[in-house]
């Protein structure tokens, strides 16, 4: 059963102007329409905007809005605003963005890997490193997924209809609950869930359970704790003798880089954005003269300090440059971080997880406090698959042993 609208009202505004006799004095008449075509819906919205136009043009003629107008729809905006942003990014008493913490912290105890599923939503950078961990380690039949997409009020949500994608993942159905928002997901979870619903989320098929919404923890355990299942089971993304450069970095990334540029597009205050932008640009900068002798953060080999370097690396100039404030510099400007994205970009695999048109779908679209009008802007033409997969010339990048301590300084 379906119900639709076949015959909305439109108005249209009939503007009667003065006589030669009248003193200033002017008519201005509202009739109705029915509309009878078949594109009813959007003549509606057309008419009505047409008819906000014309009132506008009645009001103010060809002169801007009057002062009292604007300045009380300011106040109204800002006071909305800091009410949906205090829900969407917790801030501090300065007004610096305040990431709350995950929920579900992972624990070893019954899990079992033939019923693990994992939650994912495409423009998320967290969800973004699961994917890509799960991809080279050849985790695909092991670990299945349900990736969801940004609804119109910012929640996770599932399509009904899976759309194929080639190349690319894409938005689908839950594909083991069968639920339409994955808040109901967490919510089928012993004793409920009224918290915030975040992907990645790894979920106990049999327990009906969530395993984990911390993203560094699934990814540790993807690549250690499924040897046994894994195609690539000799990669290790985290090996021992590497475990301290990466902890080293991600103390400085983590901060300033991959919530760093949410620091920059959730600051409440002038004072706080000042902050996260010096950290985030100060900070790459660093990364940047480090890469200049090394192909990746901690050598020649990749580790989770770089898949989670990447997932923020591979969004900066599609999302963040513009929308979270961050524009001092793109990545395309910085020669060693934009060749070593694009070396990564290119691993067999992960190409396949970046699916850059529904990232900026989910942050343009979808995210309303930071961009009202949902309009999303073209794709930068340095982000498209065809100059991501120009030669890199990283192979030739001569590693030193340089100690990270002296940019951390």
Request: glycine share 8%; with cysteine.
């Amino acid at each position: 059963m379906s119900c639709s609208i076949s015959s909305p009202i439109s108005s249209h505004l009939r503007w009667t102007p003065p006589s030669p006799k009248a003193t200033g004095k002017f008519t201005c008449r509202v009739s109705p329409r029915m509309s009878l075509n078949n594109n009813s819906g959007s003549n509606f919205s057309s008419n009505g905007d047409n008819l906000i136009k014309a009132i506008g043009k009645v009001l103010w003629g060809a002169s801007l809005p009057p002062g009292l107008l604007i300045s009380t729809v300011r106040t109204g905006w800002n006071s909305a605003w800091q009410i949906m942003m205090s829900q969407l990014a917790p801030s501090d008493s300065s007004g610096g963005y305040s990431r709350p913490p995950s929920k579900f912290r992972l624990s070893s105890e019954n899990l079992t890997a033939t019923n693990l599923h994992l939650y994912v939503g495409l423009p998320c950078p967290w969800a973004h490193r699961t994917l890509i961990v799960r991809a080279l380690k050849g985790l695909e039949e092991t670990i299945p997924i349900s990736i969801a997409s940004p609804g119109q009020d910012g929640a996770w949500e599932f399509k009904d209809v899976q759309v194929q994608g080639n190349d690319v993942l894409v938005p689908g159905r839950d594909r083991v609950n069968g639920c339409r928002r994955l808040k109901e997901v967490y919510g089928l979870r012993r004793g409920g869930y009224d918290g915030r619903a975040t992907v990645p989320m790894l979920w106990d098929v049999e327990r009906k359970e969530v395993v984990c919404n911390e993203s560094y923890d699934i990814i540790e355990f993807f690549n250690s704790g499924l040897n046994g299942f894994a195609q690539n089971p000799g990669l290790d993304l985290s090996p021992v003798e590497l475990k301290g450069k990466i902890e080293e970095w991600n103390r400085l990334i983590y901060p300033n880089v991959n919530n760093g540029v949410y620091r920059c597009g959730f600051a409440q205050s002038q004072e706080a954005y000042d902050a996260a932008v010096n950290d985030l640009f100060s900070t790459l900068d660093k990364i940047e003269d480090h890469l200049g002798s090394s192909r990746y953060l901690c050598g020649d080999e990749l580790t989770l300090a770089d898949v989670c370097l990447f997932t923020t690396l591979i969004r900066f100039d599609i999302v963040y440059n513009v929308m979270f404030k961050c524009m001092k510099k793109k990545i395309v400007e910085y020669p060693n971080l934009h060749g070593y994205m694009r070396d990564i970009y290119q691993i067999p695999k992960v190409a396949m997880t970046c699916n850059l048109e529904a990232t900026m779908d989910g942050y343009f679209r979808m995210l309303f406090p930071l961009n009202p009008g949902c309009i999303r802007p073209v794709m930068p033409s340095s982000c498209e698959h065809e100059a991501l997969t120009r030669p890199h010339n990283r192979g030739s990048t001569a590693s030193a042993d340089k100690s990270l301590p002296a940019f951390v300084a």
